[in-house]
Each structure stands twice: as structure tokens, then as C-alpha cells.
């Protein structure tokens, strides 16, 4: 059985004096997508910046690809989130300025690749993947909500991280559309045995997921 992509234990975030969720425990293995549900406020997100490294838990471990983000400092922990993660948000966060194809590669320029044929194939390919290979020249501007979010999806996946954290992917999309990015979202990370984290409000979206698990101030249990 391969290794936990992902492991977390005895996670607990407070914001003053209020708690926000406790004793969290998680595995996230390779290939599998884990869709994370909870009422507003229930803290998913700030889970998912605790996990990635991006926010402190007030207690607990997270250990990412083997290594322990709360014994690294800020920039080795930076540099592990460029080469083992993903981001997939529902407001997309593409860069106005830059073509389909500029936003695909940023993450392959953090890491300090530069733009050769090898780069601007492993683009080409995500692009490929998500079916927006003829629109590698247009801005977002130009694009629609489906397209943007495909677009997000090859962006997080270029650099073949470990790990996916995905915000609410299908928030700003119809029913067609979310089916659409849910589909390709699986096939994609299970092509590159990432794993990846769904947060949804979405029954959809959640029973398109392997695992669903619910947070609640006490943890995460089986929804």
C-alpha cells in the first residue's frame, strides 16, 4: 500500500478564544480525491492552509510528502508548497496580464524552470488534458467560467504535485460545467497520482469524491 500523500494529526486552530476545529486527523493517499463538507464558518478553508503550510495550527502534525511542515522554516516551507502542491480556487486567481498558456507555465517559472521546448510541452500537454488546446493564446478576459476553471485546474497540475487543495472548484459554475471540471479533475489527478482535497458545498461535487468527510468543530467524521 503506497504512503499517505498527506498526514495529519491532532490538528486544532483557535482564533482568540474561539475554537475552530480540533483533533483533526487525516491521510490523503495517491490517486484519491477526498471531498471535505461543512457548514459556513465551519473553518474548511483555514484547514486547508493549515495543511498546506500557509497558516499555523494551534496544535498537531502535518507531514506533506515526508517531510514536517511545522519543523521547516518559511522558506523551505514555501519551497515545498511550489514543488508538491496544487491550487485550485473558485475565484480561479488567473493573472489578467498573461495569456492561457503564461498562466499554465507560472507554476513550472517558480520552479525555476525555464521556458524550453520542454516547458512549453508540458504545457502544451495540460492544455491538451483540459481541452483548451486552441486557446493557448487568449487572455482570461476572453474565456468563459467553465474555461477559467479548466484553466485552473491545468495550472495547479503542470508541475506534477503531490497533492491538490481545491477551494470550492466548482462554486462559480452551472451544473453542466462543475460535471465537466469534477470529470476531468479526477481523471487528471488520478493520471499523475496526486492526491487532492475537494472542498464543497456541493452534493455533486461530494459524491463524486472516493471518501467525504465533514469538519465540525470537534474534527472531521465520515459525512
Given at each position: 500500500?503506497?504512503?499517505p500523500?498527506l498526514?495529519?494529526?491532532g ?13 483533526v ?25 493549515c ?6 495550527a ?26 508538491e ?5 473558485q475565484?480561479f ?5 498573461l495569456s492561457?498558456a ?6 513550472l517559472r ?17 492544455l ?8 493557448a493564446a ?7 467560467g ?14 506534477q ?8 472548484p466548482?462554486g ?12 476531468l ?12 482535497l475537494?472542498v464543497?458545498?456541493?452534493e455533486?461535487?461530494a459524491q463524486a469524491?472516493d471518501?467525504r468527510?465533514?469538519?465540525?468543530a470537534?474534527?472531521?467524521h465520515?459525512?
Open positions: 500500500m503506497s504512503a500523500v498526514s495529519a494529526r490538528l486544532a486552530k483557535h482564533y482568540g478564544e474561539v475554537p475552530v476545529f480540533a483533533g486527523d487525516l491521510d490523503l493517499a495517491p490517486g484519491e480525491i477526498v471531498a471535505l463538507l461543512g457548514e459556513s464558518g465551519a473553518g474548511k478553508s483555514t484547514l486547508l492552509n495543511l498546506a503550510g500557509l497558516d499555523e494551534d496544535q498537531g502534525q502535518v507531514m506533506l510528502a515526508g517531510a514536517d511542515l511545522h519543523t521547516l522554516d518559511d522558506e523551505a516551507r514555501s519551497a515545498l508548497r511550489r514543488r502542491l496544487g491550487f485550485i480556487f475565484a486567481h488567473l493573472l489578467p496580464h492561457v503564461d498562466n499554465v507555465a507560472l507554476p517558480l520552479l525555476g524552470r525555464r521556458d524550453d521546448a520542454a516547458s512549453r510541452a508540458r504545457v502544451a500537454q495540460m491538451d488534458a483540459v481541452n483548451l488546446a486552441a486557446l487568449r487572455m482570461p478576459r476572453q474565456l468563459s467553465g474555461q477559467l476553471q479548466r484553466v485552473a485546474i491545468a495550472r495547479a497540475l503542470v508541475h504535485p503531490r497533492l491538490v487543495l481545491a477551494d470550492e466548482t462559480n459554475l452551472d451544473a453542466r460545467h462543475a460535471a465537466e471540471v469534477l470529470a479533475l479526477r481523471r487528471c489527478t488520478q493520471e499523475a497520482g496526486a492526491a487532492c475537494l464543497t458545498h456541493s455533486v461535487a469524491a471518501r468527510l465533514r469538519l465540525d470537534r474534527g472531521l465520515a459525512a
